[in-house]
Each structure stands twice: as C-alpha cells, then as structure tokens.
C-alpha cells in the first residue's frame, strides 16, 4: 500500500512541475514511517508511474491515502486546479464518491495531524465510500 501511497504523493507533486521541498519532506517522512530506505524513495521519485490497484485497499487505508494526498496537496501553499482534479481522480479510484475530497479539505491540515479531527473525519467520509 505505502508504494502505491507514495506514487500518487510524488505524481500529485510533480503535477505542477516543481517539487516543493516541504512536499518531499512529507514524501520522505511517510515513506521512512512505513520502514521504507532513502533509495527506496528516491526510486519512487524518480520513477513514480502509475496509481493502480488502490480499490483492493481496506476502508482505513483508503481514508490514509487520500488524506495524505490532500494534505501534501495544502503544503506548499498553492493550490491549482490540476492538484484539485488529481485529488478527486485519486478519491475516485479509492472508491470515494464525488465530494470527497471537499468534504475533507478543510479539516486536513497541511503539516500537523490532530488525532481526534481524524478520527471523526474517518467516519464522517466513510459515508462517501461507493
């Protein structure tokens, strides 16, 4: 799950054409948290292809997916349409309905986690699962 994770992590940054350092950082902190080595990740980087299989996902990890998404998609500050459209293609893939990723956009922080925002988050989108 973490490979397929951080591809879509390095796609979605590499969306705008300029990988933030505060998105690697993310890319990097989520990646070495699941055991995974610095070349393991640069691989990753480098070579990211692309999100497949993400269906067969549990419910916990798809909602871990796709807030990981949505907060390196906040981390740097800018947000462009092409981030917004991976975002709800991602959550598309996971099995979330249309409305996903705005239901939980504006509790997703960009570089902290409050464990009890979400976890109430986790049940609220479970709801948007097809």
């Known amino acids: 799950m973490i490979k397929k994770q951080l591809t879509a992590l390095v ?7 300029n990988i933030d350092k505060r998105e690697l950082s993310l890319i990097y902190r989520i990646g070495e948290a699941h055991q995974l080595s610095r070349e393991e990740i640069d691989e990753i980087i480098d070579h990211p292809g692309k999100v ?14 796709l807030y990981s998404i949505i ?3 906040k981390i740097d500050d800018e947000i462009i349409n092409k ?14 309905s249309y409305g996903a990723v705005m239901e ?3 509790i ?3 570089n902290l986690v ?4 979400k976890k ?11």
Do not use: T, W
Not at 53 to 60: G, Q, R, Y
Not at 88 to 95: P, T
Not at 121 to 128: M, N, T
């Open 83 to 96: 981030e917004v459209d991976y975002c709800n293609m991602i959550a598309d893939k996971l099995g979330y």
């Open 104 to 106: 939980m956009y504006p």
């Open 11 to 17: 796609n979605l940054a590499k969306s705008d054409n």
């Open 120 to 130: 109430k988050l986790q049940k609220r989108i479970a709801a948007f699962l097809k």
């Open 52 to 65: 497949e299989k993400v269906d067969e996902l549990s419910a916990e990890e798809k909602f871990e997916f």
């Open 114 to 117: 409050i464990a009890h925002e």
């Open 71 to 73: 907060q390196l998609m």
């Open 108 to 110: 997703v922080h960009k």
